[in-house]
């Protein structure tokens, strides 16, 4: 059995924990150190249970607590090459274990996979443990390629992104270059491309859904988790008997564990 503790969402943070209660890794270190020990301990887990650090790519939301909390627990910290360069200085480099393939982290078998993000060289994850439970995470892309895709199918349980709805975007404050920002290939991905990655997903196998990454400005949690749900439940796929549906909240604060 895995436990996946979401800790925070959305852009102003984001971080995961997976694995046991003992022994596990963090995916992201977007808030600062005493705040994710915070929420950690809030989940049950203590800080001293995380092992390795997973990084998607080098933006603050995903960075911010990462040195602090790396050197406090003597922590390997993977990337991919393109993001732990865009890093700088921010790492040592015997913190620095650049992750090209699948491998071995803390007992958990990673593989890294492509997302398509304006950054330096993002990456989604697929973490399976030893009892072969699989979990994948793509946030912070602006489409879910075939190769995405195929790295969320095989997966027991998916944090898929639903960043804003398409509309919302549109008519609300943002300056037009950051919406074109946003809506581009390598922007984030809006509720209506994540919902047809559900459907899809939920009939070649990948069952359990968190929606993630949503923005405070441009989306709602019911709209995000509206457009999903519809889209699963017209393709004949019911709520909590075919699939699990849920939105991670921007801090987990009921301290909320997700065993699969
Ligand atoms: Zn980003
Ligand atoms: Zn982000």
Request: proline letters at 4%.
């Amino acid at each position: 059995m895995a436990r996946l503790c979401p800790l925070f969402s959305g852009s102003s943070g984001n971080s995961y924990y997976i694995g046991s209660r003992q022994a596990g890794l963090l995916l992201d270190v977007g808030r600062s150190a005493r705040q994710i020990e915070n929420m950690l301990r809030l989940c049950g887990i203590d800080p001293l249970a995380v092992k390795a650090i997973l990084i998607t790519h080098e933006h603050t939301d995903h960075i911010a607590g990462v040195q602090v909390f790396a050197r406090r627990y003597g922590l390997p910290v993977y990337g991919s090459p393109g993001t732990l360069r865009a890093m700088g200085s921010t790492l040592t480099e015997i913190e620095q274990h650049p992750i090209e393939d699948t491998q071995t982290v803390a007992g958990l078998m990673v593989t890294p996979f492509a997302t398509s993000h304006d950054s330096a060289q993002s990456l989604g994850f697929l973490v399976e443990t030893e009892d072969q439970r699989s979990f994948a995470l793509a946030t912070d892309t602006g489409v879910l390629t075939e190769a995405i895709l195929s790295h969320l199918e095989g997966a027991d349980f998916a944090v898929v992104e639903s960043n804003h709805d398409r509309q919302m975007l549109r008519d609300g404050p943002y300056p037009a270059y950051l919406k074109a920002r946003i809506l581009s290939s390598r922007g984030h991905l809006a509720n209506e491309d994540c919902a047809s990655a559900l459907v899809r997903l939920a009939q070649t196998g990948c069952r359990r859904f968190l929606l993630a990454h949503l923005s405070r400005e441009n989306n709602t949690p019911q709209r995000a988790l509206q457009t999903s749900l519809a889209a699963l439940e017209a393709a004949g796929l019911r709520r909590d008997v075919d699939f699990t549906l849920d939105v991670a909240p921007p801090e987990n604060t009921s301290g909320r564990s997700i065993l699969f």
